[in-house]
């Protein structure tokens, strides 16, 4: 049987911030601290680390698991917002955030 391996973001991030962007390396730290990183973890680590200017071309190939929905979801019942302000939030289109 063959295992799923994801690739080893923590990693990946460290080795960016070490080499390209070290200024940013305070900021990232708390969230590289984390025994696992979420999705949402990895998407707020390329917030904070590069600056898209043109994030509709990141954005064509996001998919997300179960767990990152729920927390998604969490986080619009926890803040009371409509689909619209999550969507804008979360940088999804408000078709994505209503299936």
């Known amino acids: 049987m063959e295992k799923n391996h ?8 460290t080795d960016i911030l070490m ?9 990232c730290s708390p969230i590289l601290r984390k025994k696992a990183l979420t ?13 898209f200017e043109n994030t509709d071309i990141n954005q064509k190939h996001r998919s ?6 729920l927390q998604i979801l ?7 917002l409509n689909n619209s ?6 940088r999804l289109s408000r078709n ?3 299936k």
């Open 6 to 13: 994801e690739p080893n973001y923590k990693r990946i991030f």
């Open 19 to 27: 080499r390209k962007h070290p200024d940013k390396l305070k900021v």
């Open 39 to 51: 999705a949402l973890d990895i998407l707020e680590l390329n917030r904070l680390i590069f600056d």
């Open 64 to 69: 997300f698991n179960e767990t990152t929905i």
């Open 74 to 80: 969490d986080h619009q019942k926890k803040y009371n």
């Open 85 to 90: 302000q999550l969507a804008s939030h979360f």
């Open 96 to 98: 994505t955030v209503t």
